[in-house]
């Protein structure tokens, strides 16, 4: 498939359009109308009512300075905090263009919108945007490194990195393939590609130089460094597997079913994994290549057209539910 779908908002209402490569001819890609889900869970403890405040589609989330967890309801258009042990979205601040994917720095979050094409700055103590910063290209995948953002850019099949203190484009590091999200390690970013299966290599620090890996799986969506080691989820395949950071050489796989897709630092050795199909969320046991489905929900399987994601904070796993319209908590110790 080509690039990656993603939620437009209109004033009769939202709908999700499919965005492929070959334009709209396809009668897949035409619009869908989104209403808010009352979608239960099948097992483990996360809640299943959606959100009071009518939300629609969350994907994104982020720890701010304080612990609270933000996300980003693409649907709607607006970022918020989650508040109370539901997780129910509190002030909401507009952001618009379909915000995607938020990252921390300085105590201000940043986030992309795919649709509107910024990067957008937003102060969470105030709940007000500091700043846009217009990248065009469909900005989607953050990380912040050595005090600076590095914005995935999907229609541009690049990365860039820019200045925080005045929104100045730094530098352009064309990745190619169909890129989604960034990791940053302790002096490389690591970017994955969808459609080639691969993860690329990104030094800011030594002459920009840009090294793609093979193709590893198929399906690349998230990317997170752990331990000495790239993982990187691979929807189509089911799986996680884990790279050697400079050789890009696979070094471990492991099967994850329900088509993984959000990856963060889970307790011990592990790593949480936020499942595309329920949604679901299972934790991969790195030092042992195993992996365990803990929860499972029943809002239904989005085949790639949106994503979730995962964080955790205090023992509890935050997952973005897009089609349920909520954030559900997991707790880990159950």
């Excluded at 299943?48 to 405040?53: D, L, M």
């Excluded at 995607?100 to 201000?108: E, F, H, K, V, W």
């Excluded at 030594?206 to 080691?229: I, L, M, N």
């Excluded at 471990?252 to 963060?264: C, I, K, M, R, Y």
Aim: glycine fraction near 14%; aromatic fraction near 4%; hydrophobic fraction near 40%.
């Amino acid at each position: 498939m080509g690039r990656r779908p993603f939620v437009l908002s209109v004033v009769v209402g939202l709908v999700l359009a499919l965005a492929g490569c070959g334009g709209t001819d396809d009668p897949t890609d035409q619009p869908q109308t989104r209403t808010p889900s009352t979608a239960a869970s099948s097992s483990g403890t996360a809640p299943s009512t959606g959100n009071a405040a009518g939300l629609l589609g969350p994907v994104g989330l982020v720890s701010a300075a304080d612990g609270t967890i933000w996300a980003a309801w693409a649907a709607s258009d607006v970022v918020a905090p989650l508040e109370g042990a539901d997780a129910q979205p509190g002030t909401t601040v507009d952001v618009g263009g379909t915000p995607l994917r938020m990252a921390l720095l300085d105590n201000t979050l940043w986030v992309t919108t795919i649709r509107g094409g910024e990067l957008v700055q937003v102060d969470p103590v105030t709940s007000s945007v500091v700043r846009r910063v217009t990248l065009g290209e469909e900005p989607e995948g953050i990380a912040v490194l050595d005090g600076h953002l590095f914005v995935v850019l999907q229609a541009g099949k690049a990365l860039v990195e820019v200045d925080p203190a005045d929104g100045a484009l730094l530098r352009r590091y064309d990745v190619g393939g169909a890129p989604r999200l960034v990791a940053a390690g302790e002096d490389a970013l690591f970017v994955s590609d969808f459609d080639g299966g691969r993860v690329v290599r990104v030094e800011p620090g030594r002459g920009e130089k840009v090294t793609p890996s093979g193709a590893v799986c198929a399906g690349v969506q998230d990317v997170e460094v752990r331990g000495g080691t790239v993982w990187a989820a691979c929807m189509t395949d089911g799986t996680v597997v884990g790279l050697d950071p400079e050789t890009l050489e696979v070094t471990s796989t492991v099967e994850v079913a329900g088509d993984p897709d959000g990856l963060t630092p889970g307790p011990g050795a592990g790593l949480l994994v936020s499942l595309q199909d329920g949604p679901g969320l299972a934790v991969v046991d790195t030092d042992a290549g195993t992996s365990e489905q803990v929860w499972t929900g029943t809002s239904g399987r989005l085949l790639d057209k949106a994503n979730n994601d995962v964080v955790e904070r205090d023992g509890s796993a935050f997952v973005s539910d897009y089609l349920g319209d909520a954030v559900r908590v997991v707790r880990l110790d159950q």
